[in-house]
Nanobody
Framework: QVQLVESGGGLVQPGGSLRLSCAAS????????MGWFRQAPGKGRESGST????????SYADSVKGRFTISRDNAKNTVYLQMNNLTPGDTAVYYC??????????????WGQGTQVTVSS
C-alpha cells in the first residue's frame, strides 16, 4: 500500500509562485513513476506533469509547460511541483499520483488526497 500526502497549496496572487510537495510512504519510491494532476471545480481531471522513476524524463501538459517544473528526491521519498507565473486558470485541486514502473500500466495506481491551489487577486 502506497500512501501519498500532498502539501504546499494555498492562496496566491496572479503571477505568484507555489511549490507543492508530495510525500510517499508504504513502498519503494524508486519503483514508481510520479505525476501531478489537477481538477478544477466542475471539470474533469486534467493532464499534468509527470516524471520517471529516476527523474530522467519529464512531461508537461501544454497548459503548464514552461511555467511548472516537476522534480523528485528519491532519498526523501518526495516529489515536487514548482509552479511559477500562476494565473486564475491554475486554480484547482492538485493531486499527486504514483504508477508502478514494472507493470506497464497505462493509468496511475495510487493517488493522494489533493491540495487546493487558489490563484486570485
Amino acid at each position: 500500500q502506497v500512501q501519498l500526502v500532498e502539501s504546499g497549496g494555498g492562496l496566491v496572487q496572479p503571477g505568484g509562485s507555489l511549490r507543492l510537495s508530495c510525500a510517499a510512504s508504504g513502498g519503494t519510491f524508486g519503483h514508481y513513476n510520479m505525476g501531478w494532476f489537477r481538477q478544477a471545480p466542475g471539470k474533469g481531471r486534467e493532464s499534468g506533469s509527470t516524471i520517471t522513476w529516476n527523474g530522467g524524463s519529464t512531461s508537461y501538459a501544454d497548459s503548464v509547460k514552461g511555467r511548472f517544473t516537476i522534480s523528485r528526491d528519491n532519498a526523501k521519498n518526495t516529489v515536487y511541483l514548482q509552479m511559477n507565473n500562476l494565473t486564475p486558470g491554475d486554480t484547482a485541486v492538485y493531486y499527486c499520483a504514483a504508477k508502478f514502473r514494472f507493470t506497464g500500466a497505462s493509468s496511475y495506481d495510487y493517488w493522494g488526497q489533493g491540495t487546493q491551489v487558489t490563484v486570485s487577486s
